[in-house]
């Protein structure tokens, strides 16, 4: 190849270092060990094999392997540059930002309001209930002439509900001192129900009445002289309730200790008949017996 020839067709660089090196009398495994560069980038570096490095530590070790022969390594900064092809453009994999219609605002906008409604309206309504519990409000069931009024009672305050097939008190969660509090309104239903818990009616003809107040949480079976189940259920503490039906009753009384029984107007001494503070006793013969 002629002088001229040469000029026209650079020399690589890697061609060129390995030259220098083989001149200095250097071998790869020296020059690693003074540049710190390893064996096999000095290697790939005059084999021009370079594809695999990344060009901004290329030209670090580039440099520095001109530098640990002695020679300038501005001589081989524009060849590298020009050696290995352009790096790809940066594109973002996101979505352009547009600017947003009117529509799109307001739509966005509307989504918030709505969502931030239904939020609120779900909060009040699990705020009431739970004040709503906390207060204790009760199903209260009275009897009014030939018919039953259900009246719902919250810290004195009395409303209208439908009739109910029962035949007793039901406050299985308002406290008894609740239930002497009168409740405010003029509404007739709510009267009657008040009158009847003070002052309870007569039994009709051949039935008996037995009211049972608890002072602590208890369970009560009731069963009348036709085998029928006037109660099998949990006693609130502080509750009282009220069963009319044909003698003789069978009752079962847990946790009798805390229980108090009137049968007919009369109380009941359940003393005799508990049994491990569980108290069986049939009532409405000529005395109350035990089973």
Do not use: C
């Not at 989504?111 to 779900?122: E, Q």
């Not at 739970?130 to 409000?137: D, E, L, M, T």
């Amino acid at each position: 190849m002629t002088e001229q020839q040469a000029e026209l067709i650079p020399t690589p660089i890697g061609i060129r270092l390995r030259q220098s090196r083989e001149a200095a009398g250097l071998s790869i495994a020296q020059v690693s060990k003074k540049t710190r560069i390893r064996e096999r980038i000095i290697d790939s570096i005059e084999r021009d094999d370079t594809d695999w490095i990344a060009p901004i530590y290329l030209r670090g070790y580039i440099k520095n392997y001109a530098l640990g022969l002695g020679l300038d390594p501005a001589e081989f900064a524009g060849d590298v540059v020009s050696s290995r092809p352009a790096d790809p453009e940066l594109r973002s994999v996101f979505n352009i930002d547009r600017k947003r219609g009117f529509g799109e605002r307001w739509l966005k906008a509307g989504s918030y309001l709505v969502a931030t409604v239904l939020i609120a309206a779900l909060v009040w309504q699990v705020t009431q209930q739970a004040v709503q519990f906390s207060q204790g409000r009760t199903s209260l069931v009275a009897r009014n002439g030939d018919q039953e009024v259900d009246t719902s009672v919250a810290d004195g305050v009395g409303t209208e509900g439908s009739e109910r097939k029962s035949t007793h008190l039901a406050a299985s969660i308002a406290s008894l001192e609740k239930l002497r509090s009168r409740p405010v309104g003029s509404d007739a239903a709510v009267e009657q129900a008040w009158s009847a818990i003070k002052d309870p009616a007569p039994a009709a003809p051949g039935h008996s009445v037995l009211q049972i107040s608890v002072s602590a949480d208890s369970w009560i079976e009731l069963v009348d002289a036709n085998g029928e189940r006037l109660e099998m259920d949990l006693l609130r503490g502080g509750n009282q309730r009220s069963y009319e039906g044909v003698a003789p009753f069978e009752l079962m009384v847990g946790r009798a200790s805390s229980v108090e029984l009137v049968f007919d107007g009369e109380a009941v001494d359940l003393a005799p008949h508990i049994n491990g503070d569980v108290a069986r006793l049939t009532l409405g013969a000529a005395e109350p017996q035990t089973p």
